[in-house]
């Protein structure tokens, strides 16, 4: 039983959600297991940041299961979604840093607000957390003070703050000048090297064919293909998909 929790860490089955009336998810399914960086590409619409926020509960699924370590997720429920938070950070395209704060604080608020730990021990904790991702000297600069690839990496260190189980990237580069890209990017190899469970939206496909293990093509709110890095750019199966790569590759 316990061999099964980790090849399924983390598994829908059959989800769709709606946007207002518009069906934006349909039948969804696919499992996750530890320590897997599992990408997810495909057309804008196509449902991929619809995704991530439908797993932590600011969409809500109309249809079908999604477990967390052999839990089922009640996003009805108030405990069983909270739980299921605490498993689950996300990164967006936007930083939504305050801009009041220190990159440290940033980092050290919501552990010492919302879970009640002693300031000193989690500004001890940010500390190392900035440092982990590149920014050990600017542990007292303010947002405006920071490029915006130093920036996302305070939001992602800030993610990591909650000790996620799942860390969710939402087009996190999508917002950044280009020469900002990599320093970001670097970033994320170093937490897949480290063995962290991601789900990442990215239209870097170059990047998505280093760090994925695996990559799931969405078109219309479906998974038209799912495979490895190799098999999807170089193998597609499908028509959809060999329209796509075709294009993003000449680019």
Same mark, same amino acid.
């Given at each position: 039983?316990?061999?099964?929790?980790?090849?399924?860490?983390?598994?829908?089955?059959?989800?769709?959600?709606?946007?207002?009336?518009?069906?934006?998810?349909?039948?969804?399914?696919?499992?996750? #297991?530890? *320590?897997?960086?599992? #990408?997810?590409?495909?057309?804008?619409?196509? *449902?991929?940041?619809?995704?991530?926020?439908?797993?932590?509960?600011?969409?809500?699924?109309?249809?079908?299961? +999604?477990?967390?370590?052999?839990?089922?997720?009640?996003?009805? %429920?108030?405990?069983?979604?909270?739980?299921?938070?605490?498993?689950?950070?996300?990164?967006?395209?936007?930083?939504?840093?305050?801009?009041?704060?220190?990159?440290?604080?940033?980092?050290?608020?919501?552990? %010492?607000?919302?879970?009640?730990?002693?300031?000193? =021990?989690?500004?001890?904790?940010?500390?190392?957390?900035?440092?982990?991702?590149?920014?050990?000297?600017?542990?007292?600069?303010?947002?405006?003070?920071?490029?915006?690839?130093?920036?996302?990496?305070?939001?992602?260190?800030?993610?990591?703050? %909650? $000790?996620?189980?799942?860390?969710?990237?939402?087009?996190?580069?999508?917002?950044?000048?280009?020469?900002?890209?990599?320093?970001?990017?670097?970033?994320?190899?170093?937490?897949?090297?480290?063995?962290?469970?991601?789900? +990442?939206?990215? $239209? =870097?496909?170059?990047? +998505?064919?280093?760090?994925?293990?695996?990559?799931?093509?969405?078109?219309? *709110?479906?998974?038209?293909?799912?495979?490895?890095?190799?098999?999807?750019?170089?193998?597609?199966?499908?028509?959809?998909?060999?329209?796509?790569?075709?294009?993003?590759?000449? $680019?």
């Amino acid at each position: 039983m316990e061999r099964e929790a980790q090849l399924s860490f983390l598994e829908l089955q059959g989800v769709s959600a709606n946007y207002g009336r518009q069906e934006v998810l349909t039948d969804v399914s696919v499992s996750i #297991a530890k *320590g897997e960086v599992v #990408a997810l590409i495909g057309p804008s619409g196509s *449902g991929k940041s619809t995704l991530l926020r439908t797993l932590i509960g600011l969409n809500k699924p109309t249809r079908g299961t +999604v477990r967390l370590a052999g839990e089922t997720i009640g996003y009805d %429920q108030a405990k069983s979604l909270r739980r299921a938070r605490e498993q689950f950070a996300i990164v967006f395209q936007q930083y939504n840093l305050f801009q009041n704060m220190t990159a440290l604080r940033n980092v050290a608020i919501a552990p %010492q607000i919302v879970k009640k730990r002693p300031k000193a =021990e989690v500004e001890a904790e940010a500390a190392k957390l900035l440092e982990r991702v590149g920014l050990g000297a600017k542990l007292g600069a303010y947002p405006d003070e920071l490029s915006g690839g130093q920036q996302q990496r305070v939001a992602i260190a800030r993610a990591l703050a %909650q $000790h996620p189980a799942i860390l969710l990237l939402d087009e996190i580069t999508a917002a950044l000048d280009p020469e900002l890209v990599t320093e970001v990017l670097d970033t994320i190899r170093g937490l897949a090297a480290e063995g962290m469970t991601m789900l +990442v939206v990215s $239209h =870097e496909m170059a990047f +998505v064919r280093e760090v994925a293990t695996r990559v799931i093509f969405m078109d219309r *709110g479906r998974i038209v293909e799912t495979g490895s890095p190799k098999d999807i750019f170089e193998n597609p199966q499908t028509e959809r998909l060999r329209d796509f790569t075709a294009k993003i590759l000449r $680019h």
